[in-house]
Structure formats: C-alpha cells, structure tokens
C-alpha cells in the first residue's frame, strides 16, 4: 500500500532553517516515476502548493515568497523527498504536507506542523 510519512517539522526561529523529509514506500517503481510536491496549508487558508520536483528531475518553488529560501530535492535510492526552508518567517507557519502523483492517482501524507516563532 501507498504511504507518505514527513518528518523534520517542529520550532524554528525566525530566520532559522528546518530541513522536511519525505519517505515513501509501497510505490511501484520508487519516487524515480513520480512528481513529488510540497504543499501548506496554514489556519483558515486554503492548502497552498510550495514546490514540485518532477520525475525528469526539474524543481520549481511556487510562491514567491519562498523563492530564494526553500529548496526542494530527491534522493531516488532512498524513496525520500527534501524541502530544505532557510530564513523562515512566522508566515510560514503552517501544516506542511508531501505528495506523489502517479498516472492515476495522487497521493497525501498526513502532514507535519512547522511553527515559526521567537
């Protein structure tokens, strides 16, 4: 069965960094046939698409606000999707969820919170 778990999430400064890993498992093929994405979704919004490495290996932050500061990588041999976040800001506060599209379907993790804050 299909499973995205994130970890990495917690309390960061203002201006501090946070790394977010994904690990999938159950995934014909590993994430290497994949597009990956992160997304947010902070109280009372809408859940906000961040960045998206695809299966040919291109990697694209969405917000502007992120640009610059969050970056998005793979690593195929271990199932494994990164969002490295520098210089965070209290509105980055959020629910920070990873996904995977397949030609089928696509695919949630439960989501972990990052909190911003002095």
């Known amino acids: 069965q299909e499973q995205l778990v994130e970890s990495g999430g917690g309390l960061a400064q203002p201006g501090g960094s946070l790394r977010l890993s994904c690990t999938a498992s159950?995934?014909?093929?590993?994430?290497?046939?994949?597009?990956m994405s992160w997304y947010r979704q902070a109280p009372g919004l809408k859940r906000e698409l961040v960045a998206t490495h695809t299966k040919f290996g291109h990697a694209v932050n969405y917000p502007r606000s992120v640009q610059g500061r969050f970056t998005i990588s793979r690593d195929n041999a271990n199932n494994t999707v990164y969002l490295q976040m520098n210089n965070l800001k209290p509105e980055d506060t959020a629910v920070y969820f990873c996904?995977?599209?397949?030609?089928?379907?696509?695919?949630w993790g439960k989501g972990i919170q990052v909190t911003v804050s002095s």
């Open positions: 996904s995977a599209i397949t030609d089928a379907s696509t695919y």
């Open positions: 159950g995934f014909t093929g590993g994430i290497s046939v994949l597009t």
